[in-house]
């Protein structure tokens, strides 16, 4: 096999080249090994490959495969990482790179504010002894007193979902470092194109490969990104023995995505900047949250994080859920549906799906009102969006 390297080179050069390996056949496209396995030439041979692989050996499909491993290299090098290691989802992800760092007595801080499955994980990872304590991620007094000598590590979506808020990367990565704790982030809402997290101080970072990367909303699949020695020594051996491995042909598909990510994702943030516009001032909406309008609370911290305001919006309804469900029910283009960074654009009612098992107490506390939307901005005409939008919400 033969490596195609574009290190040094820029992110979309590497996005198409970067990682590629060619078998004996010199094949243009990404090969998918859909093995399982892999056949040794001699008895010693198969001892030597247990003994410890190299970057190019392979032994069992859980253990790593020739088409992960392109995606790995090419999204490491994109991320700014040493090495990265792909999952079978951004569960799995978020999972094994959480317990494969814990043990019980240690200590976590964790934003409140995450996706459902990372709080059932930490969950989890309380009921086996790891002590969590949650913090608003966006008061950094909450993070200061919350973190403590001997803390293991911070967690934190560094774009929070639904509502949009923006956690200071570099602010908490430095109190957490003060204390020798790493810094875990579920970068999805950032997006890889947008993400300076590893700059920003971040020592791990997770994507739902499922969303931006894949960027068509067909396969599953998720990616911890971090220094060699946390992705082969501490993540790697958790995920490969307890199974969290990513289908080859799901690897194919990430690295198709990767090809094309840079381009569609920053096509998506300016429609999402133009739609947010558009929709500011509308009388049936009580709120237009967008990191990329000046209105936005933390708009300079989503400019210097991010320099972006991603590719995703959440409007607020002034008359709560049954105006939310009429609008949603009005669209013509934008989908009813759960995913996000898919070219399709996509609504999703959070307080009665995503959220649905909050408390109302919580959903309050999260800001999750009834009348609000969340809306993933796809690759359509901006216009044509607009215009479903409006008429939805005029109607
Ligand atoms: C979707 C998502 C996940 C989980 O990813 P899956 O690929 O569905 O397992 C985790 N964190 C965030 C922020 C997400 O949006």
């Known amino acids: ?48 490959r247990f003994q410890g692989t190299g970057p190019d050996e392979f032994i069992y499909a859980r253990y790593g495969n020739p088409t992960s491993r392109m995606f790995e290299d090419r999204i490491a090098a994109l991320e700014g ?26 200590h976590i801080v964790a934003a409140r504010a995450l996706f459902g499955s990372c ?22 007094d909450q993070w200061q007193a919350a973190i403590r000598p001997g803390t293991k590590a911070v967690f934190f979506e560094s774009v929070s979902n639904p509502t ?20 875990v982030v579920d970068n999805v809402f950032a997006t890889p194109v947008f993400s300076k997290a590893v700059q920003q101080g971040a020592d791990v970072v997770v994507y739902s490969a499922t969303k931006h990367i894949d960027g068509g909303g067909r396969a599953l699949a998720g990616v911890i990104c971090g220094t060699r020695q946390f992705i082969r020594e501490v993540a790697e051996p958790y995920l490969k023995h307890t199974g969290g491995a990513i289908s080859p042909f799901h690897s194919w598909l990430m690295l198709n995505g990767l090809t094309t990510m840079e ?49 995703m919006i959440a409007i607020d309804m002034h008359e709560g859920k049954a105006a939310a469900f009429a609008a949603l029910d009005k669209l013509r283009i934008i989908k009813i549906s759960n995913n996000l960074g898919d070219a399709k654009s996509i609504v999703t ?47």
Not at 120 to 125: A, E, F, G, H, K
Not at 164 to 183: C, F, K, R, T, Y
């Open 1 to 48: 096999m033969t490596d195609d390297s574009a290190k040094g080179f820029g992110p979309r050069t590497q996005a198409v080249h970067h990682g590629t390996r060619r078998s004996q056949y010199g094949e243009m496209a990404e090969a998918i090994f859909m093995t399982q396995g892999f056949v040794y030439d001699s008895a010693e041979q198969a001892e030597k």
């Open 81 to 106: 990482t040493e090495d990265a290691f792909a999952t079978a989802s951004g569960m799995a992800a978020v999972n094994g790179a959480l317990f494969s760092m814990c043990s019980a007595g240690d």
């Open 119 to 140: 709080l059932y994980v930490l969950d989890l990872l309380q009921r086996f002894g790891v002590q969590i304590s949650y913090v608003d991620g966006t008061d950094l």
């Open 164 to 183: 949009l808020e923006i956690i200071d990367i570099q602010a908490v990565s430095d109190l957490a470092h003060a204390v020798g704790a790493l810094v």
């Open 263 to 311: 381009l569609r994702v920053r096509a998506q943030a300016d429609s999402a900047l133009a739609i947010a516009k558009a929709l500011q001032g509308h009388p049936r909406l009580a709120r237009v949250i967008y990191p990329g309008l000046t209105d936005h609370a933390q708009h300079e911290l989503a400019m210097r994080q991010m320099g972006s305001g991603g590719t």
């Open 349 to 395: 009612h959070p307080a009665t799906t995503t959220h649905q098992r909050l408390t109302d107490e919580v959903k309050a506390q999260l800001g999750i009102t009834p009348g609000l939307l969340r809306i993933s901005i796809g690759l359509e005409d901006t216009q044509d969006l607009i215009e479903d939008l409006t008429r939805a919400l005029d109607a």
